[in-house]
């Protein structure tokens, strides 16, 4: 995907493809561990850094935290515990702009 926030694909939350996400974030996590296991240690920080740079990365961080983790004492983001619907995409996009 491009880095350009503005040419990419903007989704409904609930039309997000989760498992597709899901799915890519795991590939990576998964190069992550081999490259690990491996000993390479320059191609495991290049793979860290891809993964903190990730859009799917974020997307499922940022579901994680508004809708998953719904407890009590759960940390939300910028320490509001419950976001509304409309609110969490904007807050992946805040969250991709900074990232």
Do not use: H
Request: aromatic share 6%.
């Amino acid at each position: 995907m491009s880095r350009n926030i503005a040419n990419r694909r903007m989704y409904d939350w609930k039309a997000v493809p989760w498992r597709k996400l899901e799915k890519t974030v795991f590939k990576l996590q998964k190069r992550i561990y081999r490259a690990t296991q491996k000993g390479d240690k320059r191609l495991v920080r290049r793979l860290q850094g891809l993964m903190t740079r990730s859009w799917s990365a974020k997307m499922i961080a940022v579901r994680q935290v508004t809708q998953q983790n719904q407890g009590k004492k759960t940390a939300g983001v910028d320490g509001v515990t419950a976001l509304k619907p409309m609110a969490t995409p904007r807050c992946a996009i805040r969250t991709a702009a900074t990232g």
